[in-house]
């Protein structure tokens, strides 16, 4: 079994940064792909963002490119976002993820259906 926690959430003003990060313990493995989700309040969770267990494969949603930075750190079990120029439709429960599997394609990668271990989210909102 995985756990994951999350934290970095706040409450910022439109066009501030933040920084996510999310820890993984138990049965962690640094072959899984780590994935970044999103829920707003009435809205389905959405992918933010994921990245391969060597971060040679990564992408991001198209209403956060340009703004948003996954990375990794296998050897602390963490994976991280940096988010910048935050906007007021980026106000979301953020959720970490972590496949259950090795090398998943991209294909699978973008489908939250892929992610087996889920954090318990931190609450990230932007005012104007």
């Known amino acids: 079994q995985v756990q994951l926690v999350e934290s970095g959430g706040g409450l910022v003003q439109a066009g501030d940064s933040l920084r996510l990060s999310c820890v993984g313990s138990?049965?962690?493995?640094?072959?899984?792909?780590m994935g970044w989700f999103r829920q707003a309040p009435g809205k389905e969770r959405e992918l933010v963002a994921f990245i391969s267990w060597n971060g040679g494969n990564i992408e991001y949603a198209d209403s956060v490119k340009g703004r948003f930075t996954i990375s990794r750190d296998n050897a602390k079990n963490t994976v991280n976002m940096q988010m910048n120029s935050l906007k007021l439709e980026d106000t979301a429960v953020y959720y970490c993820a972590s496949s259950s599997e090795f090398s998943l394609s991209t294909s699978r990668a973008r489908n939250s259906d892929s992610y087996r271990y889920w954090g318990q989210g931190t609450q990230v909102t932007v005012s104007l």
């Open positions: 138990g049965r962690t493995c640094r072959y899984y792909t």
